[in-house]
């Protein structure tokens, strides 16, 4: 029976959010391993306080991780634009 460790700064995530991702981890192992099971997969989100969790030497907070998402989603917006174009 698979545990899972899913870590994710705080305040990123909300609830809904998070159970997706439990769900959805749990459906990927489901496939991989079979449905019977299912009932033993466990994942656990993980959340570490912002300012806690490092790359390259810089602190990441939430709000730094939400700046990300949304140059992303600026990025994908502009892709689309182009697209249609």
């Given at each position: 029976?698979?545990?899972?460790?899913?870590?994710?700064?705080?305040?990123?995530?909300?609830?809904?959010?998070?159970?997706?991702?439990?769900?959805d981890?749990?459906?990927?192992?489901?496939a991989?391993?079979?449905?019977?099971l299912?009932?033993?997969?466990?994942?656990?989100?993980?959340?570490?306080?912002?300012?806690?969790?490092?790359?390259g030497?810089?602190?990441?907070?939430?709000?730094?991780v939400?700046?990300?998402?949304?140059?992303?989603?600026?990025?994908?917006?502009?892709d689309?634009?182009h697209q249609?174009?």
């Amino acid at each position: 029976m698979p545990l899972i460790d899913v870590h994710v700064i705080k305040n990123v995530f909300n609830q809904t959010q998070k159970q997706r991702i439990i769900k959805d981890i749990t459906d990927a192992m489901v496939a991989i391993e079979g449905e019977a099971l299912r009932g033993v997969t466990w994942v656990r989100i993980r959340e570490t306080n912002e300012g806690d969790w490092a790359i390259g030497g810089q602190a990441l907070t939430a709000g730094a991780v939400h700046s990300l998402r949304d140059q992303g989603s600026a990025a994908n917006s502009d892709d689309q634009t182009h697209q249609v174009a």
